[in-house]
């Protein structure tokens, strides 16, 4: 990969004037977001709203953005708004700025500026503790782009130049696009109107330290709108912290000067302290002042206390008359609310306005009923945090802890649940057998969550159990496939039982019946190198065997589920594994991983990709088999992703 090209010696300062733009004051849009996860998908959503904006009214009036300059924008603004979020944590803003030259051949640019208020925080090849330093000076030596991550190789790609300036306090990385096949505007642009429609990210970035603020608004639409947006953002997070920073960025500056919130320890007693989650200020110089003051001792509301405002002293002194006020140190009103859901206290939210008596009625109400919501999504945070727990346990529980290896054959795993909170329905397994045979198992219980646990707790031990008695490959399926089905016969009686204490009428629990593709094999060292297998497919995805000129072949044949029908007698094909083959086994979360009406082994499309693995090891393999079925489809995949490849060594001398 080529190195990050430095920036260009004549540079264009952000902020400055640009000769020669026909048109008076550059177009241009901007917002503040704050430095959370959110804030880079709220900036990708900002630009695309700002470009379409743009081309709306006529800039250019001709030609309009191409589709490649639009990507190429919010792929730039998405790595250096994550830079900010993750190295300077800091509230971001984000300015897209349009610049155009006059002359013989016009000619224009995108400028993306990206601003945090942390300059002591390096970023990509910028050496820290250098804030004199401009864009023009180029750092003595750029490191390995391994050591600091790409996304500044990506945007020195894309742009056409870049830099960083510093000014006090701040730290601005800016990229220039420059706009292909320009026409330029017939007149100048209505900058008002560029204005309207940019709400992706208002939501997210308010204007900041806004002097003045409107109450009256929240008496008529403004309140129902606003609730509603902030149901949305709430509503779509599983993680309780990211609640509460989201629930500060709507409430300040909004309806507060200042807010803080507690979390209540779950499952604490009566003496549980409660953790200050989140402190925001609209100042954010009086952010860390504030939450010292308030780490003296927690807010407790007396037990009798329910959902309404309680008006409770500012948590710091009001300064003495000779003395001017410090950023959070000032004087006003404050009110705290209870957070409450199904009835459990969950925590307390203080909010404070600077410099007044009281907290107007209306704007009291709509907190409350703001804090309702919150209650409700710090409930749904914290019930899928304990799902997401059981899960992870559970599953843990019911796969390998590790896996056996196996003499002269390299292995490698790949296994990665759809959703993190519910188990996932793939298993894998290799263990020894007596006799000099290792066994392999990849199965695929249909469905998920509880229902395939069951299964999956099932199948694998007995699977052992049989592979350990002697029972040959077919008699393992035999006999795996009368226990799932006398297991759901008993079952079905049950079920049967429970209809007869009913009254005859029908329940319908939602029961699976318990259905099962298996692939199962065993693999035995051969004297003269390489290993002989022995597999079985029982509604599985067949496995490939791959040889070192790159030809594929099915290894095995296909044969009905397991669990379904009652007189089946499985088969199994033999067959060596030379120095240097392959075997690739695969569920279905491979197979039929979906591009719209397309699936990924449409037309041999795994086999296609295996073809290319000739002469790589295992987890290289592997590993490129992961990467193309993630690769096949923008969106991640929505079925258990699980896949294994034997790898035969060669001799070495």
């Known amino acids: 990969m080529a190195p990050i090209p430095l920036q260009r010696d004549t540079v264009q300062r952000p902020g400055t004037s640009r000769a020669g733009y026909a048109h008076g004051p550059r177009l241009a849009s901007r917002t503040s977001l704050p430095g959370i996860p959110l804030a880079p998908s709220a900036a990708r959503r900002f630009v695309r709203a700002a470009l379409a904006e743009w081309t709306g009214l006529g800039v250019p009036a001709a030609v309009g953005f191409s589709d490649r300059l639009a990507d190429d924008a919010v792929t730039v603004t998405n790595e250096l708004v994550t830079n900010a979020v993750v190295h300077a944590g800091t509230t971001v803003d984000l300015v897209l700025r349009l610049e155009e030259e006059g002359g013989d051949e016009p000619s224009a640019a995108l400028v993306l500026e990206v601003t945090d208020h942390h300059p002591a925080r390096p970023v990509g090849a910028d050496e820290p503790g250098d804030p004199g330093r401009t864009e023009t000076e180029a750092p003595a030596g750029l490191p390995d782009p391994a050591e600091y991550g790409r996304g500044l190789q990506l945007v020195a790609t894309l742009a056409e130049s870049w830099g960083i300036t510093y000014r006090t306090g701040l730290k ?89 919130i507690w979390l209540e320890a779950e499952g604490g007693g009566p003496g549980a302290e409660p953790r200050l989650a989140r402190v925001w200020h609209s100042d954010e110089t009086g952010t860390e002042p504030l939450r010292t003051a308030l780490e003296r001792e927690p807010l407790r509301l007396p037990a009798g206390v329910g959902s309404g405002p309680v008006s409770v002293p500012v948590p710091w002194p009001a300064p003495p008359p000779d003395e001017a006020p410090q950023p959070g140190a000032r004087d006003g009103a404050a009110l705290a609310f209870r957070i409450t859901a199904a009835g459990r206290a969950l925590g307390t939210v203080l909010v404070g306005r600077e410099g007044v008596a009281q907290v107007p009625e209306a704007v009291a109400s709509l907190i409350e009923d703001f804090v309702r919501r919150l209650g409700l999504a710090v409930g749904a945070a914290r019930a899928y945090t304990r799902q997401a727990t059981i899960s992870r346990i559970l599953q843990r529980g019911l796969l390998p802890s590790k896996v056996a290896e196996i003499p002269g054959v390299t292995s490698a795993l790949v296994y990665e649940p759809s959703d993190d909170g519910v188990v996932g329905g793939d298993f894998y397994d290799i263990f ?201 489809a923008e969106q991640p995949p929505d079925d258990d992703v699980a896949l294994l490849v034997l790898h035969a060594d060669r001799h070495t001398d």
């Open 172 to 260: 601005t990385v800016w990229a220039r696009l420059p706009v292909d096949d320009w026409s330029g505007p017939p007149g100048p642009p209505d900058q008002d109107s560029l204005r309207r429609g940019l709400r992706a990210a208002e939501i997210l970035a308010p204007a900041a330290r806004r002097t003045e603020r409107d109450d009256a608004v929240w008496d008529s639409r403004g309140a129902p709108a606003f609730l509603a947006e902030a149901s949305d953002l709430l509503a779509g997070q599983l993680d309780e912290d990211l609640v509460a920073a989201i629930a500060g960025q709507l409430l300040v500056p909004r309806l507060a000067d200042w807010c803080a």
């Open 432 to 632: 020894p057998c007596p006799g000099d045979r290792w066994c392999f198992v990849l199965g695929d219980v249909q469905g998920s969550g509880p229902e395939a646990a069951v299964v999956t707790g099932l199948a694998r031990p007995w699977l052992r159990l049989l592979s350990r008695e002697g029972f040959g490959v077919g008699e393992v399926l035999d006999r795996l496939n009368r226990l799932l089905l006398d297991d759901a016969m008993e079952a079905a009686e049950a079920a049967a039982l429970m209809v007869a204490a009913a009254g005859g009428q029908q329940l319908h629990d939602g029961s699976q019946s318990r259905f099962l593709s298996l692939l199962y094999g065993e693999v035995v060292p051969l004297p003269g190198g390489g290993v002989r297998c022995t597999v079985a497919s029982a509604g599985h995805p067949l496995p490939l065997l791959l040889r070192p000129d790159g030809s594929v072949r099915p290894a095995a044949e296909p044969q009905v589920l397991l669990g379904v029908v009652e007189d089946v007698a499985y088969e199994s094909q033999v067959f060596d594994l030379a120095p240097g083959d392959t075997l690739l086994c695969v569920t279905d979360g491979v197979t039929e991983r979906r591009s719209g009406p397309l699936m990924f082994d449409d037309g041999d499309g795994l086999a296609r990709v295996l073809a290319g693995c000739a002469g790589l090891p295992a987890d290289a393999t592997a590993e490129r088999i992961r990467r193309a079925v993630h690769e096949f």
